[in-house]
């Protein structure tokens, strides 16, 4: 997923039109009774273009049914530092899945 | 969180600090394990170096490659044709859009990029700046460079940047209409007229050799490929990508009734890699240098569409500011 970009401090303090436009990441909905998935992202200046960029940038091909744009800024990620440790604590708790369970294999509708 | 800025930073310590280390650790083993490397990754500054260049020169290409086909929608011969060239030149500007958004998880803007390519300084693919004489030219566009733009981006899908790979899914699914658009307009006009028919030849004997160079140099002259493919982000080397082209097209061109303007196709038994004539790489670094026979048109355009388009983005923001301003008062 792209990572927001700052404006540099030279841009900000320029006027707002100069300002390059915000970044928005794209979710499509492909089709009825599928979730929205994320397809990429784009600059918009406001969620109304964002929406009508999505639309040209990313359906051009009846590729969706429904379309979320979000600031890219506004998405909060976890710690790409922490790799592993976050996601530790499934690991090692195989008694979650289903194959855990191999003593009633054979019994039928189970 | 670490912040791409501070990834950019890295190249400022002249010792490696121990977060260097693990990040290197961590990445050699995600490329070892031909897994994939996302923007949050640490990786090398050369690495980001190398796919930021990559890719924003095939940014670029896509948006350059807008105009010599844009030059052709008000002389398509049908409306059919109109609409479906205006496709095509929509899908470039749209793949030119994937790959800034893509390139820019690296860390350098869109704005930035695009002023790239504006002063010169980025480089985009030579092929585009050939001229488009004839209506016979959008078929062996079609045809022979977004083919060849084909057998060298599917490979790209599984670059070991995530999000490189992703654009060029999302891009080689719609370049195959491109290529059979092309292949069907040059098919058209072989079973044309004589006067067609020669066209089309006279399309394909001035496009063959500039797709064939759209691989690159030779393997030999390619200093850069061997790092890109150790880092997993090429995966087959120039001259093996533009072999297997060779072996397609030259079938191709059967169903066509056409022929390709070199005698030296042949198929090495041994090697199992097709041959073809020498190409006029002297010709291919005069063009890569800015000195092709359309360069300057082209680099004058982009910059006079992006000036011409300056009101529209300054109203754009201007609206967008006033309405959120009227939203903070309501």
Known sequence: MAQPVKPAPEETSALSDKQPWPLWEVFVRSSRGLSHVHAGSLHAPDAEMAVRNARDLYTRRNEGVSLWVVPASAIVASDPDAKGEFFESPKGKDYRHATYYTKSEGVKHL | ?330
């Open chain 2, 1 to 330: 969180m670490a912040t791409q800025t501070d990834a950019g930073d890295q190249k400022l310590h002249a010792v490696p600090s121990a977060e260097d280390e693990a990040g290197q650790a961590y990445f050699d083993k995600i490329i070892a394990e031909d897994s994939r490397i996302e923007p949050a990754d640490w990786m090398p500054e050369k690495y980001r170096k190398t796919l930021t260049r990559q890719m924003s020169q095939h940014a670029h290409s896509e948006i350059i490659g807008m105009q010599p086909e844009a030059n052709w929608i008000t002389r398509a011969p049908s409306l059919k044709r109109k609409a479906i060239l205006m496709a095509k030149v929509q899908d470039e500007a749209g793949h030119g859009l994937y790959l800034y958004s893509a390139t820019e998880t690296l860390g350098t803007p869109r704005h930035v990029l695009n002023e790239q390519l504006m002063s010169g300084k980025a480089k985009y693919s030579s092929i585009f700046n050939y001229p488009a004489n004839s209506w016979a030219d959008m078929g062996a566009i079609g045809w022979l460079v977004d083919g060849a733009a084909i057998a060298n981006q599917v490979p790209l899908c599984r670059a070991s940047y995530g999000p490189y790979g992703r654009a060029m899914v999302r891009i080689c699914k719609e370049e195959s209409f491109h290529q059979r658009q092309g292949f069907e307009i040059l098919l058209e006009l072989a079973n044309g007229t004589p006067a067609q028919k020669q066209m089309a030849q006279d399309a394909v004997n001035r496009f063959y050799a500039p797709a064939l160079m759209m691989f690159g140099p030779t393997d030999t002259d390619s200093p850069n490929s061997q790092q890109s493919m150790a880092w997993n982000i090429k995966r087959f080397s120039n001259d093996e990508l533009r072999s297997r082209f060779v072996g397609m097209i030259q079938e191709q061109v059967k169903v066509l009734g056409l022929t390709l303007p070199d005698d030296e196709i042949r198929y090495n038994e041994e090697t199992g890699l097709w041959e073809h004539g020498e190409l006029n790489w002297d010709e291919f670094y005069e063009v890569l240098a800015g000195r092709g026979p359309c360069n300057a048109q082209r680099m004058e355009r982009r910059r006079e569409a992006h000036e011409n388009g300056a009101w529209v983005r300054e109203a754009a923001a201007a609206y967008a500011a006033k309405k959120a301003q009227k939203a903070q008062v309501a």
